[in-house]
């Protein structure tokens, strides 16, 4: 037994850094999900004179996907994006977070077209604090009461998609 | 992986490989000066003292207050514009918890989860002299019989009187002695060494106060539905001005701006010439539009102000909208008279103090708004 012991300890901690070195410090749970979506009014990029509200979007499941025309990892997921507009069953809400607008509309034409119901943009990223956005992409599931179900960090997959995001949107929109 | 990720974590690994001057040299387009050059000193303090409690959560074994990635810049901006808004250290280290969550805190709380972090070092030197003094049992146990087999093998020695005798009995005991003085050092030595060292370097404070009562935080799930039916009773039955405002009031501190201005505006509806629902009104509006006051804000600010010239948050509002407009002259002029009419010693008054200082430098300078 008692020769046994430095061994059991040493196995155990063998067994916490396997764990450790699995887990991956940048993803940070989000508090947020099961809470209510912070609330904003913003204007469009196409057309800042309308706004569209978190109120208006009250009654269906939407997206939220957080995106700049700087972020190089938003390429990779946009062809995704625009699949899942074509679609047409889903309401895609984009966060144009901290850009230029006119870079913004460049980017939207040069990578195949804006799959966004509305294009909301928050040049000084207030709202993109508001909903602890700490990495772009970050995309939002949220329900038909406004409460947001999940939170996906880094760029969009497949199976993501497929595995995750789809189907508990399909539960939510019932 | 993800965009300021990948990008901040080189950056940080550079910094930390002191190969940063040169290549931030380079890359420093996109770097904003730590501090904005109306820097007002006092509140730069309290922005810091915040600041240093919060991860930066790109460059995450740095504080809001030394990182200079983007984001940190952005928290750092809503901390100082939140603490002149008069809003409390607490209040804000919560509203940045509630986005991102406790990881957020450089300090972590001491609560139900985090007790194996802060407790865990005493677990440490606890077991660490349990087995001390089991080492020192069994070693007690083991000298005790080595000194009886000596005492044996002294009686028998004795059977033949020796000089040597009386020396042979006094000098056991020095080492006993020794020993015993050491055991008891180390036994108490340690953690009083290890208390004294944390003290120094640790965190006492929050340990203590941990101990003591928790915290009561406001759920801000409980808040919000006792918002919630307030705002179904004043539906049905219907409510005064002042319960109306009562309801904007609290869905602005939950900052529901949307939400607040309707309430508001049901309130206005009741009380159309009241300066002080006019500019509560104008506020959230502001606040609901991203914190810009021109349009809709400023009509209804200018409106309070041709009821009551003299209303110290409408003159306050104003001296906003002209300073947004890059107006620093009359935003300066705004909130002097704004200052001659508010109580003389509040927060109130002392922002206005700063935010007088700050348009006099502006227009004194002539600097371009940001």
């Keep these: ?174 | 992986m993800a965009e300021l990720h990948t990008l901040h974590t080189l950056r940080c690994a550079l910094r930390a490989a002191g190969l940063a001057l040169a290549v931030l040299a380079g890359a420093a387009t996109g770097a904003e000066p730590v501090r904005p050059m109306d820097a007002d000193p006092q509140l730069e303090a309290r922005v810091q003292r915040v600041a240093v409690e919060l991860r930066c959560l790109v460059c995450q074994n740095e504080t809001i207050a030394e990182s200079m990635a983007p984001l940190a810049v952005d928290l750092r901006t809503q901390i100082r514009e939140r603490l002149a808004r008069g809003e409390s250290e607490q209040h804000i280290l919560d509203f940045m918890v509630q986005r991102y969550g406790d990881f957020v805190r450089y300090r972590p709380a001491l609560q139900a989860r985090t007790v194996l972090l802060w407790g865990g070092p005493f677990l440490l030197l606890a077991v660490a002299l349990w087995a001390f003094w089991r080492q020192v049992a069994r070693r007690r146990g083991a000298s005790a019989c080595v000194a009886e087999e000596a005492t044996e093998a002294a009686t028998e020695v004795v059977v033949e009187p020796s000089p040597n005798r009386t020396q042979a009995t006094a000098e056991p005991l020095h080492p006993a002695v020794r020993g015993r003085v050491l055991h008891w050092g180390v036994a108490l030595g340690t953690p009083l060494l290890a208390a004294g060292i944390y003290w120094q370097v640790g965190e006492p404070d929050t340990l203590l106060s941990g101990l003591g009562a928790a915290p009561a935080l406001i759920d801000p799930h409980q808040a919000q539905d006792r918002v919630a039916q307030l705002q179904a009773r004043l539906q049905t039955q219907g409510g005064s001005a002042d319960d109306w405002s009562l309801l904007g009031r609290s869905r602005a501190a939950l900052e529901q701006y949307p939400e607040a201005a309707n309430a508001y505006a049901r309130a206005l509806a009741l009380a159309p010439d009241s300066p002080q629902v006019l500019t509560d009104y104008a506020d959230v509006l502001a606040a609901a539009q991203g914190f810009r006051i021109e349009g809709e804000p400023l009509q209804l600010v200018e409106r309070a102000l041709k009821i009551d010239a003299d209303h110290p948050k409408a003159l306050a509002l104003a001296g906003a909208a002209a300073f947004e407009r890059g107006e620093f002259a009359a935003a300066a002029v705004h909130w002097r008279r704004a200052r001659t009419h508010a109580p003389p010693d509040g927060e109130f008054a002392q922002e206005l103090a700063h935010s007088i200082e700050r348009a006099d430098m502006r227009a004194g300078a002539g600097v371009a708004p940001r």
């Design chain 1, 1 to 174: 037994m008692k020769r046994f012991l430095p061994l059991a300890i040493f196995a155990l901690l063998v067994l916490m850094l396997a764990v450790g070195l699995r887990l991956d410090p940048r993803e940070v749970p989000s508090p947020l999900i099961s809470q209510p979506a912070p609330t904003f009014q913003l204007p469009r990029l196409e057309d800042p004179a309308r706004t569209l509200s978190t109120q208006e979007l009250r009654g269906q499941v939407w997206l939220l996907n957080v995106w700049a025309s700087w972020c190089a990892a938003c390429v990779q997921e946009h062809p995704l994006l625009l699949e899942l507009a074509r679609e047409g069953r889903w309401t895609l809400i984009g966060l144009n977070y901290k850009d230029k607008p006119e870079a913004a509309k460049v980017w939207i034409q040069r990578h195949g077209g804006d799959p966004y119901r509305a294009n909301l943009t928050d040049f000084d990223g207030r709202i993109g604090i508001d909903y602890g956005v700490y990495g772009l992409p970050e995309t939002f599931v949220i329900d038909k009461q406004g409460v947001i179900r999940h939170k996906h960090i880094g760029v969009l997959t497949r199976e993501a998609l497929r595995d995750t995001i789809l189907p508990l949107m399909r539960r939510l929109d019932g």
